[in-house]
Nanobody, 114 residues
Framework: QVQLVESGGGLVQPGGSLRLSCAASRSIFSRYAMGWYRQAPGEQRELVAHITTVSSTNYADSVKGRFTISRDNAKNTVYLQMDSLKPEDTAVYYC????????WGQGTQVTVSS
């Protein structure tokens, strides 16, 4: 069993930045592919960014060039740096871990509004 705890969400103005963190409970974190998803009200959950065990990354087209996913295996933590935020980035952001099984965090709210 893996527990994922997200932090770093909040309210930010358009054009601003936030950094989300996701701390995992297991010491074998390095074996997990990690992802950030988001879900806006009335919308389906969508993949935002993904990072493999060897730190290969991919991003949704809507966030390319603005968001950066990274991982620190020594801290069992994955990050999502979000820059140039737009109102349409408003959503609950979820951390995801995949290794044999799949695990989800509880989500953290990101609101982009003036």
């Amino acid at each position: 069993q893996v527990q994922l705890v997200e932090s770093g969400g909040g309210l930010v103005q358009p054009g601003g930045s936030l950094r989300l963190s996701c701390a995992a409970s297991r010491s074998i974190f390095s074996r997990y592919a990690m992802g950030w998803y988001r879900q806006a009200p009335g919308e389906q959950r969508e993949l935002v960014a993904h990072i493999t065990t060897v730190s290969s990354t991919n991003y949704a087209d809507s966030v390319k060039g603005r968001f950066t996913i990274s991982r620190d295996n020594a801290k069992n933590t994955v990050y999502l740096q979000m820059d140039s935020l737009k109102p349409e980035d408003t959503a609950v952001y979820y951390c995801n871990a995949q290794y044999i099984n799949e695990y989800w965090g509880q989500g953290t709210q990101v609101t982009v509004s003036s």
